[in-house]
C-alpha cells in the first residue's frame, strides 16, 4: 500500500498564501489518480483538486482561480497552491491516492475515489 505524508500547512492571515506537499513512497504499481481533500469541523470531506494519470487536473469550482495542483513525478509528490486564503479555508488537508484505478472521475474529486489516505496537515486562516 503506498504511504503518503502531507506537509506545509500551517496558520496564515486571510489574503496569504501557502503551499502543501504529499510525498507517496512504499507503492511501486500504478498510481492512477492523486487528490487533495479538506475537512473542516463538523463537516464532510470535500474535494480541492486532483491531478489524475493523463495529466489531466480537477479543481473544484469553490477554489477554481486561487489554487494550483500539480505533481512531480521525479519526485513522486504532489502539490497544493494555494493563494489569497480565506477563513472558509481553515480544515485539516488530505492527501489520497487511488491505486485502483476509479471508473469514474468527478470535479470535485469525490472521497470514494481514492483508497489511500495522509495523516492530514491543518490550514488555519485567521486574523
Known amino acids: 500500500q503506498v504511504q503518503l505524508v502531507e506537509s506545509g500547512g500551517g496558520s496564515v492571515q486571510p489574503g496569504g498564501s501557502l503551499r502543501l506537499s504529499c510525498a507517496a513512497s512504499g507503492y511501486t504499481g500504478s498510481i492512477y489518480s492523486m487528490g487533495w481533500f479538506r475537512q473542516a469541523p463538523g463537516k464532510e470531506r470535500q474535494g480541492v483538486a486532483a491531478?489524475?494519470?493523463?495529466?489531466?487536473?480537477r479543481v473544484a469550482t469553490s477554489v477554481r482561480g486561487r489554487i494550483t495542483i500539480s505533481m512531480d513525478n521525479a519526485k513522486n509528490t504532489l502539490y497544493l497552491e494555494m493563494r489569497n486564503l480565506k477563513p472558509e479555508d481553515t480544515a485539516m488537508y488530505y492527501c489520497?491516492?487511488?491505486?485502483?484505478?476509479?471508473?469514474?472521475?468527478?470535479?470535485?474529486?469525490?472521497?470514494?475515489?481514492?483508497?489511500?489516505w495522509g495523516q492530514g496537515t491543518q490550514v488555519t486562516v485567521s486574523s
Open positions: 489520497a491516492a487511488d491505486t485502483r484505478g476509479a471508473q469514474r472521475r468527478r470535479i470535485p474529486p469525490h472521497p470514494s475515489e481514492y483508497n489511500a
Open positions: 491531478a489524475d494519470s493523463d495529466d489531466s487536473t
